[in-house]
């Protein structure tokens, strides 16, 4: 088994433009992921976490399966919203139970 590498080993082994892009879709991410109150002030929202845009396709990870119910039925208002805010394109929501996040 290897030892554990630092995000910043990683990321100086990748050519140039391909740390740079993962970087930058990290941020942007993180950056949705913190703006997420702004869109929904309910409780349930911190138990959610934007982990991927694929194409047109927004894949959303819970920590509980009750926290999706909610979700489901502000899943159009989460699409308006972000393609707004963010110039995004996308049309459906994709969602997985996941362990609780840390922090």
């Given at each position: 088994?290897?030892?554990?590498?630092?995000?910043?080993?990683?990321?100086?082994?990748?050519?140039?433009?391909?740390?740079?892009?993962?970087?930058?879709?990290?941020?942007?991410?993180?950056?949705?992921?913190?703006?997420?109150?702004?869109?929904?002030?309910?409780?349930?929202?911190?138990?959610?976490?934007?982990?991927?845009?694929?194409?047109?396709?927004?894949?959303?990870?819970?920590?509980?399966?009750?926290?999706?119910?909610?979700?489901?039925?502000?899943?159009?208002s989460l699409l308006i919203w972000l393609n707004d805010?963010?110039?995004?394109?996308?049309?459906?929501?994709?969602?997985?139970?996941?362990?609780?996040?840390?922090?």
């Amino acid at each position: 088994m290897r030892d554990p590498q630092s995000v910043q080993q990683l990321l100086h082994r990748l050519p140039q433009k391909s740390g740079n892009a993962w970087l930058a879709r990290v941020q942007s991410l993180a950056d949705i992921n913190r703006s997420l109150p702004l869109w929904c002030e309910e409780p349930w929202v911190r138990q959610i976490r934007i982990a991927n845009i694929r194409e047109q396709t927004v894949v959303v990870f819970s920590a509980s399966a009750s926290a999706l119910v909610p979700l489901r039925h502000r899943s159009s208002s989460l699409l308006i919203w972000l393609n707004d805010r963010y110039r995004m394109t996308c049309t459906r929501v994709e969602t997985r139970v996941r362990p609780p996040f840390a922090g």
